[in-house]
């Protein structure tokens, strides 16, 4: 069992896998009843494109079934939750652009303000995942910020520690 989805640790698109599956725009993460009517909402808006939503699905699967994606969008499990940061590192590192609601937390939202398109509302998503697929120049913008973001906190993370950590998770990994 791994403690954490292979997603993290690739931090350079350059290591993208080969994707078998494609989807111009994915979501991923638990289907709650609000995160359904998105997913639902967003096919029914998008129609030049393919959208693709995936519930309990981890690691490398995972990491097939977004590779060629051009846009991610993402909603909070819950209302008032903070940003999913956990989510949106890796995405940025592996140049999606990604579109999310803001989050109870203003002055987080604002840290990733230009690097991640976001939307008011979850109604909101569909028009951003559509103008994102429709415009070349404003995904491929938002996409090397993004990728830049992700360069400048790698460059100020302790790298030393991240490698211990890494090691850590992946020896529980063997050992569970």
Sequence with gaps: MKLYP???????ADDAPICPQHADAVFFGAFTQA?????E?????????????FDRIFGEDLEMRICNAKVVFLDHAYPGASLEVHRILPLLALGKAVVA????????????EGVVRFADTA??????VNELLNDDNDRNELIR????????????????????LWDLNEHVSRVL
């Design 6 to 12: 292979s997603i993290f640790r690739r931090y350079n």
């Design 35 to 39: 995160r359904r009517a998105l997913c």
């Design 41 to 53: 909402n967003v096919i029914s808006r998008v129609r030049d494109h393919k959208v693709a939503c």
């Design 101 to 112: 609601v803001r989050s109870s937390d203003y002055l987080l939202d604002s840290k990733y």
């Design 123 to 128: 109604a909101d998503i569909p028009d951003l």
């Design 145 to 164: 910020r993004g990728l830049q973001f992700v360069r400048v906190h790698r460059e100020r993370s302790n790298h030393n520690l991240c490698l211990a």
